[in-house]
């Protein structure tokens, strides 16, 4: 018995504007709405609706036997709400077929968890209260931004609660073994790992419309091949990808929904093998193994670290400088400045400062909303100085405020008034000054 | 003495709107300024049509060809007035690529015979790529061009157009003047090169030299060897600009950086002050504008050294952009390695503000009362600008004292400087 697991990465960034120098103080809207919107119009179009009807289609036809999971960021829910609802629509409909798993991940699609273990908690809580609200689920596995990954996540996912975390099937923690299995971080009792099978994964999310590769075009009759030649030798195949995939990354020419829409009935005709969502697959299978990474993987590049999002200066002073607002922001109590917060948050932003100018920058550029990646942190830079003001300014206010506040509770004491007359005028008068 | 209008023929390169290097400005509102004085044609390679400019005919290359060229200076009507220049960032001859063909005057002519009379000015390959052909090519047009012209004197700006003078010198016998605004040794650091090559010989040849500095005087004559007798120094006037005041967008205070972000400009330098500033002052930020070849490590050394919430890039601005800059700016600071001249500093204080520049300049002779560091003294820079951000009664001094000084230049004092000069050293027989 073998199972394969589907995972789909579905993510979009808030986008800033090209803010210039000249807009802080003066400009306080940070984002590239017309940017954002006509992006998430396009992608919806291409690949959203297109790919979740497919599915479930797919879903109907196979009776629960073709089971899938996605991730969705809390980034792309949002802005599925603001400009595609009919999107979120119809992956509540998927959500409905109880054949479709979702996970848990930072709201903000973030870096949190290397920065501020608290903060990272309260995405992830934020993330999941989301989903339980739209798809009535509560996440049991997780999935952290771009599969970033080491053994202190397991383990701190564990005392939250969580009963699997996935990682990329890095090869030189792996040691030859197979990422075919399921692990478990060292430490951990209870949570365990489910390992990308990245060659697999990559020859349908990279590979697949590349005239120049040998198995170019792809069939869902090779690819079944391909799995079933798996058994014996693995118990999970774990096909980890990003949504766009399909029609987006790779365009609907190349055969993409073809190629999905065959590949479960192929891949069912061996009897030993069964879709599986990540919940159901820890269920089956035991640990076999422990995959042990002190090192930050992740799915990203060549290197599979973290070296796409914080590699050079300019994203490690960026980061560093936006996680550093973390107790202020909370400090104003205020939900407006927290979401923008969350969006400056969001690890796209970073990533479109790397300045890896080798295989991997076109992959980069190909991303990036700006020219290059220093004036990708030149106007995150000016934002940053922008919301940085705006945050100190209301937490100077609620402080005089709650001063202000305190004043007027003293001015009701009698006693002391009553003994000074002076001391009621000083009281009223530094009242005034201090609401003003 | 004659005293009747001199002609004189003006070889330019580049005009305005020109952000990026401030021999643009200085040529226009130069020989705007020398039109009540002298009569003035310029050539220079590229017009467009749209701007008129009173009393002077200018000629663009590329509104010419060989066929209709006596037309072009015979018909007022034909020619275009004085118009506005466009340049591209990569057109920009200060920061072009020179081929590292060694300099030979016999090549040069060689090439300028290839080029013959009768070659259209090709503007398309103007720019960019072979600069050395651009201006031979300019040389040998200007050239052919100019044995139909009458005129007294020849007036060259740079190295860009002294092929051209030392052309028209020899075909005419009139004399040759070369206004230097920029060296090669400004910009590279070293004396040597076909850039260096072409300016040395240029102003053996030239009859007199006009630095807009004597800094840059002194920086001929010790690493070109030409003696200070054939040189007569006119500073740079400055454009009349209305100074504003606005209150920046946040509550620190503002020290600014203007000019290319090249060697030449000290950008690191600048980047070595703000890091000395905010390690003992933190409510200031710094900002530089402009743009060049040092924008991106100067970008990532100040995220390295983790100041990305005190120094702020704007990259390429506008006049007017840059005008709101100095409004709303506490200090301005000017590390150049070596600057001829420095026309933002002149700006700054037009501006009022106190302004802490390099003695490696020559705007510091105009501005005695800035304060003024070897660029290699950063320490120094930083203390000026620390004492200037915390005491404002400091700061009012400096900037009132510049005020001053700027009564001394005009461009109106330069014309008439240029125009006596001519006579002084008998150009104008």
């Known amino acids: 018995m073998s199972s394969v697991c589907f995972y789909f990465q579905v993510h979009q960034p808030y986008r800033l504007r090209t803010y210039s120098f000249f807009d802080i103080g003066n400009q306080h809207d940070y984002l590239d709405e017309k940017k954002n919107e006509e992006i998430m119009h396009k992608v919806a179009d291409k690949c959203y609706l297109r790919t979740n009807l497919l599915m479930l289609e797919l879903i109907r036809k196979h009776q629960g036997k073709f089971r899938i999971a996605y991730s969705i960021s809390g980034m792309a829910l949002e802005q599925f709400e603001q400009y595609r609802p009919d999107v979120l629509a119809s992956f509540i409909e998927l959500a409905e077929t109880g054949c479709v798993e979702f996970l848990a991940e930072t709201h903000a699609h973030s870096l949190s968890f290397i920065y501020s273990r608290k903060e990272f908690k309260r995405q992830v809580n934020k993330h999941a209260a989301l989903i339980k609200r739209y798809f009535n689920q509560t996440p049991r596995v997780f999935r952290n931004t771009e599969l970033i990954f080491n053994n202190d996540l397991a383990n701190y996912l564990e005392s939250m609660g969580y009963d699997g975390v996935l990682s990329e099937g890095v090869d030189r923690h792996l040691d030859a073994r197979s990422p075919d299995f399921v692990y478990q971080a060292p430490g951990a009792s209870k949570i365990k790992c489910l390992l990308k099978n990245y060659r697999l994964s990559d020859d349908i999310a990279f590979r697949f419309s590349d005239k120049g590769w040998s198995h170019y075009p792809l069939t869902a009759d090779t690819f079944k091949d391909w799995i079933h030649a798996r058994a014996g030798s693995g118990e999970v195949v774990n096909l980890f990808m990003d949504y766009e995939t399909f029609g987006e990354h790779q365009w609907e020419d190349s055969g993409i929904f073809e190629f999905l829409k065959h590949l479960p009935e192929a891949v069912l005709s061996h009897p030993d093998f069964s879709f599986n969502t990540p919940t159901e697959v820890l269920k089956l299978y035991p640990s076999r193994g422990v995959y042990d990474v002190h090192e930050f993987t992740s799915w990203a590049d060549t290197e599979r670290d973290l070296s796409a999002w914080l590699s050079n200066p300019m994203q490690q002073e960026a980061s560093r400088r936006i996680y550093s607002m973390e107790s202020q922001v909370h400090q104003t109590g205020d939900p407006e400045i927290l979401k923008i917060w969350e969006r400056l948050l969001t690890s796209d932003h970073f990533y479109y400062m790397c300045t890896k100018f080798w295989n991997d920058g076109d992959v980069h550029k190909y991303f990036s909303p700006y020219d290059s990646p220093y004036d990708a942190y030149m106007y995150f830079m000016n934002v940053y100085s922008d919301f940085e003001q705006t945050v100190k300014l209301l937490n100077t206010f609620k402080q005089r405020e709650e001063q202000a506040a305190s004043l007027q509770a003293e001015s009701s004491k009698v006693d002391r008034k009553r003994v000074f007359p002076n001391y009621a005028r000083a009281i009223s008068t530094s009242t005034a000054a201090l609401v003003s | ?429």
């Open chain 2, 1 to 429: 003495m004659s005293q009747k209008r001199p002609k004189v023929l003006m070889l330019g390169w580049e005009f305005p709107p020109i952000i990026n290097g401030g021999l643009g400005v200085a040529c226009h509102d130069l020989s705007q300024a020398m039109t009540s004085m002298a009569s003035i044609t310029m050539v220079i390679p590229k017009t467009s049509t749209g701007f008129q400019m009173d009393n002077m005919q200018l000629i663009g290359l590329n509104m010419l060809d060989a066929a209709s060229k006596k037309n072009a200076f015979t018909d007022k009507a034909a020619t275009p007035g004085f118009e506005r220049f466009t340049i591209d960032a990569d057109l920009n001859p200060y920061s072009a690529n020179i081929s590292e063909e060694p300099f030979s005057m016999e090549k040069l002519r060689q090439r300028q015979k290839d080029i013959g009379a009768d070659t259209r000015f090709d503007l398309d390959t103007l720019y960019g790529g072979d600069v050395i052909s651009k201006v031979v090519q300019y040389a040998a047009r200007v050239a052919e061009l100019a044995k139909d012209m009458d005129f007294d004197i020849i007036h060259a700006h740079d190295w860009m157009t002294m092929l051209a003078g030392i052309f028209i010198k020899e075909a005419s016998g009139k004399p040759l003047v070369i206004h230097i605004h920029s060296l090669e040794y400004d910009r590279s650091g070293i004396a040597a090169g076909w850039v260096y090559e072409l300016e040395k010989h240029g102003m053996e040849m030239a009859d007199l030299l006009m630095p807009v500095s004597h800094y840059t005087a002194d920086v001929i004559a010790r690493y070109y060897g030409i003696s200070k007798k054939k040189m007569a120094v006119i500073h740079n006037g400055t454009s009349i600009v209305k100074p504003f005041k606005k209150s920046a967008p946040y509550a620190e205070k503002t020290v600014l950086f203007v000019g290319r972000l090249t060697r030449q400009k000290g950008p690191t330098h600048f980047l070595d002050i703000a890091s000395a500033v905010l390690a003992q002052h933190k409510d200031v930020r710094f900002v530089m504008a402009g743009v060049g070849d040092y924008f991106s490590s100067i970008i990532e050394k100040s995220a390295n050294d983790k100041l990305g919430n005190r120094f702020h890039m704007t990259g390429f601005l506008n006049t007017n952009r840059l005008r709101d800059l100095f409004a709303i700016s506490d200090v301005y600071c000017m590390p150049s390695l070596s600057e001829p001249f420095g026309l933002s500093a002149v700006e700054a204080a037009q501006f009022s503000i106190p302004c802490v520049i390099s003695k490696q300049s020559g705007v510091a002779e105009v501005l005695p009362g800035s304060l003024k560091f070897d660029f290699w003294d950063t320490r120094k820079a930083a203390d000026y600008i620390i004492n200037l951000l915390r005491d404002p009664v400091f700061a009012q001094k400096v900037s009132a004292d510049a005020v001053l000084n700027l009564n001394q230049i005009s461009w109106p004092i330069a014309a008439s400087k240029i125009i006596d000069a001519y006579r002084d050293f008998s150009l104008l027989n």
